[in-house]
């Protein structure tokens, strides 16, 4: 079983800067890709960011150049930094971790509040 753990989020207005960080741990053989993505009230849960072991990231066409997803292969957390934040980006953000080994599961943190105030 994996733990996904999100910290961070809150309170921001616009133009202000927020950061996120999210921690798995528990049994797996590699964590391949970790990311965020989110969701905001009647919308679909959409793609933020995404990462590799291998460094590889991926992004959303509305948070790029904005935002910046790294991670710590050490630590098994990714991060996701977001600059020039604008009230489009309130969201519930989740964490995604992908497992790898015997298998591929995917793996979900609860979520955390991001409110951007104009």
């Known amino acids: 079983q994996v733990q996904v753990e999100e910290s961070g989020g809150g309170l921001v207005q616009a133009g202000g800067s927020l950061g996120l960080s999210c921690a798995a741990s528990?049994?797996?053989?590699?964590?391949?890709?970790m990311g965020w993505y989110r969701q905001a009230p009647g919308k679909e849960r959409e793609l933020v960011a995404t990462?590799?072991?291998?460094?590889?990231?991926n992004y959303g066409d509305s948070v790029r150049g904005r935002f910046t997803i790294s991670r710590d292969n050490a630590k098994n957390t990714v991060y996701l930094q977001m600059n020039s934040l604008k009230p489009e980006d309130t969201a519930v953000y989740y964490c995604?971790?992908?497992?790898?080994?015997?298998?591929?599961?995917?793996?979900w943190g609860q979520g955390t509040q991001v409110t951007v105030s104009s």
């Open positions: 995604r971790v992908e497992t790898t080994g015997y298998g591929t599961y995917d793996y």
């Open positions: 528990g049994t797996f053989i590699r964590i391949n890709v």
């Open positions: 990462i590799t072991s291998g460094g590889w990231t």
